[in-house]
């Protein structure tokens, strides 16, 4: 119920609802219009959490404000924020995302880490429990990208492999079961960097022509028509002179002629 925009002067601007303070303003007052978050600057990427809101700095920090029952903001608190706070022990981090209440972040090395709601099994720690810091996710490298669902999160790793886990009621998890997984799971049957298989043509051999016969014409026949049937001579018509009809009036146009459209 709140939207955020980064500016090209890496400020952050929020408006919408705010009732936890996640417009990062320093009030919990709903916006009609976009307000600057207070104290943030050098802002390269961010994310929309359910009632939280996530920030990256240049610098490869990662700041969070607004609400933090669960540990949204992983400084280890359960307090919410209408400013931001840092996430505690992270470093150059790369990329940034946010569920409806949890937060992942991907680190220059190619691992994943994550924080807050976990009852799903979102944050992919192999536990079913809430973190208020970071925690990495369970045997993952090589990652490239990560984006998160409402309750679930998802991975695309350097060899293009797709992995997820959390909340999998609708199957999302594509990997063909609809359990929730606390831990990781290869998509099935898709590799995002691998292109459709393109069959080998096969080679075509060069014969050598076979002579062949040349066709002798058949004479054309032209079939021959019966004669035409001889027809009676037609009757000399006898004139007639008949009254005219008295003539009947016309209906009225209007009354029977209709266009309509559809």
């Not at 996640?22 to 600057?41: I, N």
């Not at 979102?122 to 369970?138: A, C, F, I, K, M």
Request: glycine share 12%; hydrophobic share 30%.
């Amino acid at each position: 119920a709140h939207t955020i925009a980064l500016k090209s002067d890496g400020t952050v601007w929020t408006w919408g609802y705010n009732y936890h303070g996640q417009l990062g303003d320093g009030t919990a007052s709903d916006s009609y219009t976009p307000a600057q978050v207070a104290s943030l600057s050098g802002v390269t990427a961010i994310a929309a959490g359910g009632y939280h809101t996530v920030a990256l700095k240049s610098d490869g920090t990662v700041w969070a404000w607004g609400y933090n029952k669960n540990g949204q903001f992983g400084d280890g608190t359960t307090t919410d924020e209408a400013t931001p706070v840092q996430v505690s022990g992270l470093s150059g981090i790369t990329a940034i995302a946010g569920g409806a209440g949890h937060t992942i972040a991907l680190k220059s090395d190619g691992t994943v880490w994550a924080w807050g709601y976990n009852y799903d099994g979102q944050l992919g720690n192999d536990t079913w429990s809430d973190s208020y810091t970071p925690v990495q996710v369970t045997s993952l490298n090589g990652v490239t990208a990560i984006a998160a669902g409402g309750y679930h999160t998802i991975a695309l790793k350097s060899d293009g492999t797709v992995w997820t886990w959390g909340y999998n009621k609708y199957g999302q998890l594509g990997d063909g079961t609809t359990y929730d997984r606390f831990s990781p799971v290869q998509v099935s049957g898709i590799n995002l960097y691998v292109a459709a298989t393109t069959p080998t043509p096969t080679p075509t051999t060069t014969s050598t022509p076979i002579s062949s016969p040349t066709p002798t014409a058949s004479p054309v026949t032209t079939p021959t028509l019966p004669p035409a049937p001889t027809l009676p001579p037609l009757p000399t018509p006898t004139p007639s002179i008949l009254p005219l009809p008295t003539p009947v009036p016309s209906p009225s146009l209007s009354k029977y002629c209709r266009i309509s459209g559809y």
